[in-house]
């Protein structure tokens, strides 16, 4: 196996290359300091205009992910010897023969469906995976994909899809020009916008409040975004929806609609205000922990703001009324003329525009459902939360092999020890990744790509979700090692191969055409920036690769500005306020919050928790990101702490129905009396990975509490937030 580079070139020049961070969704850009292929050091880059020289701790880590011994550089087959699992160095030929032979032997034997796929977090980072991606997954042709999705942003797809008939048609809230934010479970200081690429957010909301606007939070923690607002309310965990609709209720109830620009665009406005009329902030108070003179006052504020725009994220998203959240979100801002409006939510006019141009597809819901539990799908995904039961569950149609793409879902998705052992139980698994983690231990070959140094990048959706429009390409920093392969390299090669060994002769003219293509290599000479340089001259302008080749800090595109009313009005679609979905829903909701405000004796709520150092699960095997004092730590207000007789800093062990686990308690005023918060990523303690830091770090799973059956009513997205727990001393 091969290993990392050691010791820089020391004849090599030093020279200063430009690129992007793209770990998270704010794909700040870098300047790095380069001597052979050695990274000395990464700097912001201040003449990106999107960045504005802003970094993280994160981006300084990319030199650590580079050279990390652990990191996998060659594929790797699992053998077993004497009842011990190892890991054997194999050649590319071998491993795709390997993937290719293991899948189609269980489609063969199972049918398309008994085949899985698990994309992670990761393969939208990569512009690689989203270029290639669909050429393999596409050709096992099965019902059970999954992907981060529906662990994370599917009700804002979801919403967005209802109301302005595409997925991907997501306003951003237009942080530069805002003179009022409403934030509720989001924590952009930590993320830097998340479904709204907005790095370096702290001068951003500085700037907001240095030309009078005014920032509000409400979070069941007082998050570091929360610490700097003008206002912070805490609020009950899972009760959000019900204030949502309790200020939509307001809107109506003080005459504070101003739809503006929307006005002969809404269907449904009446009904609408007959369906919140239970939802009043006198009768929500007791749910919600948020009195109603704070409700109404602040649903004031907003109506009556210049411009303004509600924001909600991560814990109004994770929850069981995740899509109502969405909804109650998007309606608030559409009553309130905030929607394509300059300081309210825009949408973005990327230079690639994957809505325009149909390269997204607009989506679809409930086409079909899953095997056990008929959850529904969403744009052709089943939410992560049923891919343990439908590997565990016998019958026609059980999942019996699986691909995993940059993805570690037995630390990321719900109820992670059940998918741990369905794993095990798999026929067959492949796994597009260079780490052997707490997912990947279970796969019979492993196909490790470059790392993100070592590629070319261009960022086709975040730029869609971004603050501001720009566009940027960057080149690989430094060389990849020989041999080793690109992850737009490894679809097309499981790509080929898989044709070849699956496709029969009869296919048809259009199979055989593409068929064709595969044998002649062209298909393996379309690269990512090949791809990029026919979509921008296929969508016009004056952006070309050449332009973009000489700017790789990037090219301002300018300020969003509105153009979903003039787009909606050219396709003469009106805008259904009230989906059938949510008019059926918000009954049971009225009904059962006005029985939960009265439920005595109610078991904690425990909440996740991020931090600007880490990244969901794949980021703890840097040191500079771990070093410091522990931070998988429960959170827990000392009241709640008082009456369990627990100290700070003691060991303690949380229960839910689906598992425990024990890790401290650090006791503090910061978050909500009967909520406690442990972060999310952590659990490094399982056996067969090879993360030698982050074993040293290991922390607990919070998704070894989360219940794989607490779901979103409507979406399937999983519902992380408002777990029960007990707490006691361990």
């Avoid at 880059?45 to 030199?63: E, F, M, Q, T």
């Avoid at 990390?68 to 594929?75: S, T």
């Avoid at 998007?330 to 905030?338: A, F």
């Avoid at 998988?632 to 627990?646: E, F, I, K, S």
Wanted: with cysteine; glycine share 8%; net charge neutral.
């Amino acid at each position: 196996m091969s290993h990392a580079p050691t010791s820089k070139s020391e004849d090599a020049p030093l020279v200063t290359r430009h690129g992007a961070c793209n770990l998270c969704e704010a794909i700040c850009g870098l300047t790095f300091q380069v001597q052979g292929q050695h990274i000395v050091s990464v700097k912001g880059n201040d003449a990106d205009p999107l960045s504005r020289g802003h970094i993280c701790p994160k981006a300084v880590a990319l030199k650590d992910l580079h050279e990390d011994p652990d990191r996998l550089r060659e594929p790797v087959k699992r053998v077993v010897v004497n009842g011990e699992t190892r890991w054997q160095t194999i050649t590319w030929d071998e491993a795709f023969d390997l993937a290719v032979e293991g899948l189609a032997r269980v489609r063969e034997q199972h049918g398309a469906h008994a085949v899985a796929v698990y994309q992670g977090n990761p393969s939208i980072h990569n512009w690689g995976n989203v270029t290639h991606g669909a050429m393999f997954f596409g050709q096992l042709k099965t019902r059970a994909r999954f992907s981060a999705t529906s662990a994370d942003q599917l009700p804002h797809h979801l919403a967005s899809y209802w109301l302005y008939g595409h997925q991907l048609a997501i306003p951003i809230p237009d942080i530069d020009h805002t003179q009022y934010m409403l934030v509720l479970g989001a924590n952009p200081l930590a993320s830097n916008g998340s479904l709204m690429t907005a790095p370096d957010i702290r001068a951003r909301f500085k700037a907001l409040r240095a030309r009078g606007g005014k920032l509000v939070v409400l979070d069941p923690r007082k998050t570091e975004t929360a610490d700097i607002a003008d206002e912070h309310h805490f609020i009950d965990p899972g009760t959000d929806a019900a204030w949502l609709l309790s200020v939509i209720h307001t809107l109506f109830d003080e005459d504070l609609c101003r739809p503006r620009q929307w006005a002969d665009l809404l269907d449904g406005v009446d009904a609408l205000k007959r369906a919140v009329a239970a939802f009043s902030p006198e009768a929500t108070a007791a749910h919600t922990g948020i009195d109603a003179d704070t409700t109404r006052r602040l649903t004031r504020e907003l109506a009556e703001a210049d411009a303004g725009v509600v924001y909600g994220r991560m814990g109004v998203s994770t929850q069981e009324h995740g899509a109502l959240c969405q909804w109650a979100i998007q309606v608030i801002n559409l009553l309130t003329g905030n929607v394509d409006r300059e300081g309210g939510a825009l949408l973005t006019t990327p230079a690639i525009d994957l809505i325009k141009s149909g390269l997204m597809s607009k989506g679809h819901h409930n086409a079909w459902r899953s095997r056990v539990r008929g959850a529904p799908e969403f744009g052709g995904e089943l939410p992560v939360s049923v891919m343990a039961e439908e590997m565990l569950t016998p019958g026609k149609g059980q999942i019996r092999a699986l691909v995993t793409s940059c993805g570690n879902p037995v630390l990321s998705t719900p109820n992670g020890r059940q998918l741990d052992t369905a794993l095990a139980g798999l026929d067959f698994m492949v796994a597009i990744d260079f780490y052997l983690n707490e997912s990947t231990r279970h796969a019979d070959v492993i196909l490790p790509p470059t790392c993100f140094v070592e590629h070319d990048h261009y960022d086709l959706l975040f730029l869609h979700l971004a603050v501001r429009n720009v566009a940027r390409y960057t080149p690989a920093i430094v060389d990849p090692a020989p041999g080793a392969l690109h992850d737009w390299q490894i679809y097309m090669a499981l790509s080929s191969r898989y044709a070849r060994r699956t496709w029969a002769l009869d296919k048809g003219t259009a199979w055989q055409r593409l068929r064709g293509l595969f044998n002649r290599g062209v298909m393996s000479r379309l690269s990512p920036a090949r791809l990029l340089a026919i979509g921008l001259r296929r969508q016009g302008g004056p952006l070309t690769m050449a332009r973009l080749r000489a700017h790789p800090e990037g090219i301002d595109l300018g300020p969003l500005k509105p153009s979903l009313v003039a787009g909606l009005s050219r396709r003469k679609r009106r805008v259904a306020l009230l989906p059938l979905a949510i008019r059926q829903e918000l009954p049971l909701l009225a009904e059962r919050f006005s029985h939960a405000a009265s439920e005595p004796d109610r078991p904690l709520k425990l909440i996740g928790r991020r931090d600007v150092r880490t990244n969901n699960s794949w980021m703890h095997n840097s040191p500079r990101l771990v070093s410091g004092k522990p931070r998988c730590v429960l959170w827990m207000h000392p009241q709640d702490a008082a009456q369990r007789a627990l100290q700070d800093g003691q060991e303690v062990a949380i229960q839910s129905r689906v598992g425990e686990v024990a890790v401290p308690v650090h006791l503090t005023h910061a978050i909500r009396p009967g909520v406690v918060s442990l972060p999310h990523g952590w659990g490094h303690d399982r056996d067969g990975i090879r993360l030698k830091v982050a074993q040293a770090h290991a922390g607990v799973s919070i998704n070894d509490l989360t219940d794989d059956r607490a779901t979103d009513r409507i979406s399937g997205n999983a519902a992380f937030s408002a777990v029960p727990v007990e707490v006691r001393a361990a």
